[in-house]
Every structure is written in C-alpha cells, then in structure tokens.
C-alpha cells in the first residue's frame, strides 16, 4: 500500500512540474518581445549587448502610431458595445428559455466560433463590395463582431445556466413592470457574466488580426501593421508596439480581476 | 393559412424567440449572407466579378486538375500532427487541473487564458525572436555551449510547433471539463477489482472522457486547419497551407470564382466534422454543467 502512495506522489510531482513548464512555455514570446523592445540595435540579438528606452520615447512621438492605436481603440470599444447588447439577449435564449427551434439557434451561434477566420473575412470582403460599401474601420467593427458576437453569448450563457427563474417571476408577483424587473433582478445577477463577456470582446478585437485583414480597407489596426512590418521592413517599432499594447492587455486583465474580486466578495457578504 | 400565421405569431411572441431575434438576424446578415454569396462565386466563370451570369462548374474542374491537392494535403497533415501532439501535452495538465490541483485550478485556467487575450500575431514574433539566426536561443547556445542552432525558423516542425502554440488552450479547456465528468468513485472501484493503472486509464477514464477529448480535438484540428499566421510568420512560405491559396486567389490573383471553391472546399471539410460532432453531443449538459 505505502509503495501505491508514494507511487501516486510521484505522479503527482510530475504533472505539476509539467503543468510549471508549459505555464512558462506559454509566455516565452512575451519575454523575448519585452527584452527586443529595451534593445539598443537595429535588428535584435541575444545577449542583448545595449539597452535603451529610445524605441519607447520615439513610438510616443509618432503620429502614425497614434492613429494607429486609435484605430484599434475605436474599434474595439465599438465591437464590445454593440456585441454586449446583441450578446446579452442572445445569451437569454440560448440558455435561459426553452424554446422551439433553441437547439438550431445554438448551432447557428455556434459555428461562426468554429469558423476559420481567414476565410470568414474574405467572405466578408466579398460581401462588402457585392452590397457597394466601402471597406474601412467601420466594416471592421462589423466584421470582428460576426466572431465575437457568438464568443459573447457562449461566456455569458455560463452565468445564465445557473440563473435561477423564479428570481424574475418572484419579481413580478410583487408588482415588479418588465423594465423593473430586468434592472433590479436580471442585470445584477447576471452582471459577472457581462462584465467578462464585455473585457473578452474587447480585447479579442484588440487583438485581432485575420478579420481585421481583409475588412479594414485602407484603415489600418495595430496587429495589422504590425504584421506587415514583420513581414516587410522591420523595424525595432515593432516589439515595441508589441509590448506597449501587451500592457494594454495586462492592465485591463489585472483591472478586471480586482473587480471580479470585490463582487465576489460582496456575493458572500449577501 | 391564417391558423397558420397565428401558430407562427404567437411562437414568435415567447421570450426567448424575441431574444434570440437580434442575435439571429445579425448573424444572418453577417455570417449566413457572405457564405451563401461565396457558394454562390464558386459556380461563376473563372476571373468574374459579378454574381450573374451562367453558372459553371469550370473552378471545379480546374482545382482538381491543379495542384491544389498538395496545399490540403499539407494542412491536413500538420493539422492532424497538431492535434496528436496537443493531446499528449495536455492530458496530463488536464488532469491535474480536474484532479489534483484543487484551489489552485482556477489561477492555472486564468493564466493559461491570458496569452488568448494579446494579438496571435504579437505571440508568434515573440517566437520568431527566440528561433532566429542570433535571437534568444541560437544566442545563449552560443554564449553557453559554443553551438549555433541557427536554420530551426521558416521549417515545417516551426509551423507545427507554432500551431501547438497558438492553439494549446483549444485542446486543454474541453479536456479538463472531459476529466473532470469522470467520478472518482467508479476509478476506485475498477482498482477495487484488480484493474491495473493501465487498465483504468483505458477502460475507465479515456472512454467517460471521450466527449471533452472529441471536442477538444475537432477543435484544434479545425482553427488548425484554417490557419494562416502560423505558416506566414513562422514558416516563411516552406509550405502553402491552404488558407494561403485562398487569400492568394482572391487578392494577388483578383479571381474571386477559384479562391470561393477553394473556400467551399474548406468550408465542406470543416462543416461536415463539426456536425458530426454536434450530433453525438449534449451542448445544454457541457456548458451548463456546475
């Protein structure tokens, strides 16, 4: 028996030394983009013989970097709007009421998620300029949402499964009108639900490269320039950029987590 | 007719077909539309720009005939060696994450999450960085062991290594909610009975799996499947996968009819998995699962 145990213990150090090495596996590439950016020379080498903040002074300087992240910001602040309204109802019938024909509208959802992005967005292209509109950071907004929107109901539709109805019907029993009913009760509990599924939405449009590619026109968001620049005239802007719209990243993640925090806590002080 | 207008009336009144309307209709508009319109691009004549004229099966036939069966051949082969790698990577953090982590689970889930949310393309620079003549590893073997390891970028093992990368969470998440479906109980009771460690393993844990294990692998092999970065930054063209031929064809090429069959064929291979899968599985018990 005690051979069976210390069998079991070693399995279980083995797995949790694997799990620490993937972990860091994971953010290797982070690393090396954060060590190019403080890198003095031109094209990037390792060890690193000089450092410099120089890159950093000059992308804070540039207008064109500017437009750029202004560019993406509006996108994804747009996308993530208009994709927590269409995703909150949406999430509702997907898991909230049964209804007839529910099971075909959670495949619909679906498979946009499944979707190979590449090819969704030159389908797009195409039906852009089939119905004559001009492709610009609007179309974009469009285009990122036709993946995010269904991403959006998936997250939320977690938080809805386990919303219990008769919280709402309690509700109206007491006199609550619909408008009541959705502020006081329904919002509030589902309000975890939301707020992740709105930090996803921005930060997947954020970062978002294949549908931006094909949707954008002459428009331009930071991971598409950024992909043009590596592939085409690199320059060390580019791990900087890189790293700057990472701490974007790392700030609003950090941000959320404090406010998951504090309603969670608030939910067990309930 | 007008019974049937009323049935259609008051199934379009109960809440949740109103909540799904929005949802619906964009998708629809957004999804539905481009695809039909591409299905409809596959029949015109060769280099065409308009959607009416006389339908042909000409794209067809000449994708057949040309080459194109080696950029399917390639993504099918590297995606089928993503899935098989991922597995093996993750089954064993799967595992712990279900099992044996407890408390800590969740800070694993969320910070195997986090490198979701940064651009793919920021993440495979980053590897570019580590692989390159000079960069982060080529570097420190120099400096370490005196041995270059420059020539590892822009090869086929890169681009598998980047789809590995890249696409772990897929592969991980629906293995843990696999896992985790199995009961403790029944794993006890089958060692109970004599069953080795092997024997639980296969005929136990893997087949009470097997849902999150399906899921997780039709979806790596998909995104896999479609995939375009990947190849582009980290393979410098060794390979066209198939998603490059697209992209190819509808931009430098400006023929739209060959790249929507090229789509259509993507399209009908990934289509037809998916459902496969949809079929066999309970998306209420998965998702909703406490």
């Known amino acids: ?270 | 007719m007008q019974g049937q207008a009323n049935r259609f009336l008051s199934w379009l009144r109960q809440p949740g077909v109103l909540n799904a309307v929005p949802a619906s209709l964009f998708l629809l508009i957004g999804f539905a539309g481009p695809l039909l319109m591409v299905f409809g691009y596959s029949f015109m004549p060769p280099k065409t720009f308009s959607l009416f004229q006389e339908p042909t099966l000409a794209n067809y036939s000449s994708v057949v005939s040309d080459s194109y069966y080696i950029s399917f051949f390639w993504s099918l082969t590297l995606a089928a060696a993503t899935v098989v790698i991922l597995f093996f990577i993750c089954y064993p953090i799967a595992y712990g994450m279900a099992k044996v982590f407890g408390k800590w689970a969740n800070l694993i889930t969320v910070l195997i999450a986090v490198p979701l949310l940064i651009s793919e393309n920021i993440r495979l620079f980053g590897w570019v960085l580590v692989l390159l003549k000079n960069g982060i590893l080529d570097g420190s073997l120099q400096a370490v062991f005196g041995f270059s390891a420059s020539g590892m970028l822009y090869t086929v093992p890169a681009i598998v290594f980047g789809l590995v990368y890249v696409y772990l969470p897929f592969m991980l998440f629906p293995l843990v909610i696999g896992i985790s479906m199995i009961p403790d109980t029944l794993k006890e009771a089958a060692s109970d009975l004599g069953a080795s460690r092997w024997e639980v393993f296969r005929e136990v844990e893997l087949p009470l799996a097997m849902p999150g294990i399906m899921i997780g692998g039709i979806l790596t092999f998909i995104l896999s499947l479609g995939s375009l970065a990947e190849s582009k930054i980290l393979g410098g063209q060794t390979v066209v996968m198939i998603a490059d031929d697209i992209e190819s064809a509808f931009t430098f090429a400006q023929n739209w009819p060959k790249g929507s069959v090229l789509s259509v064929l993507l399209i009908a291979l990934s289509g037809t998995i998916v459902i496969l899968l949809f079929r066999r599985i309970d998306l209420d018990r998965i998702i909703g699962r406490r």
């Open chain 1, 1 to 270: 028996m005690a051979t069976a145990k210390a069998k079991s213990r070693v399995a279980r150090n083995l797995i949790v030394l694997w799990t620490v090495c993937v972990l860091a596996f994971l953010y290797i590439p982070m690393v090396a983009i954060v060590l190019a950016s403080f890198s003095k020379a031109r094209y990037f080498r390792f060890p690193v013989p000089r450092w410099t903040t120089q890159w950093y002074d000059k992308a804070m300087d540039s207008l064109s970097i500017r437009d750029l992240l202004w560019t993406s910001l509006s996108v994804a602040t747009l996308v993530t709007v208009f994709s927590v309204a269409l995703a909150f109802m949406g999430a509702l019938a997907f898991a909230r009421y049964d209804w007839k024909g529910r099971k075909l509208y959670q495949r619909l959802v679906l498979l946009p998620i499944f979707f190979p992005q590449a090819v969704l967005g030159l389908a797009l292209l195409l039906w852009f300029s089939a119905l004559g509109i001009t492709t610009s950071w609007h179309t974009a907004v469009f285009a990122h949402m036709v993946w995010i929107v269904p991403i959006v109901i998936l997250i939320m539709s977690i938080q809805v499964y386990s919303f219990d109805p008769s919280l709402e019907e309690a509700a109206y029993d007491l006199g609550a009108s619909r408008f009541q009913v959705l502020r006081e009760v329904t919002l509030p509990i589902l309000a975890p639900g939301v707020i992740s599924g709105g930090i996803f939405a921005f930060l997947l449009s954020w970062g978002n490269f294949p549908l931006s590619l094909f949707s954008t026109g002459a428009d331009q968001t930071v991971p598409e320039w950024l992909y043009s620049k590596m592939v085409m005239g690199y320059t060390p802007m580019v791990p900087t950029l890189g790293s700057l719209t990472m701490s974007g990243a790392a700030i609003l993640i950090f941000l959320f987590y404090m406010v998951w925090m504090i309603i969670k806590s608030r939910q067990s002080r309930a």
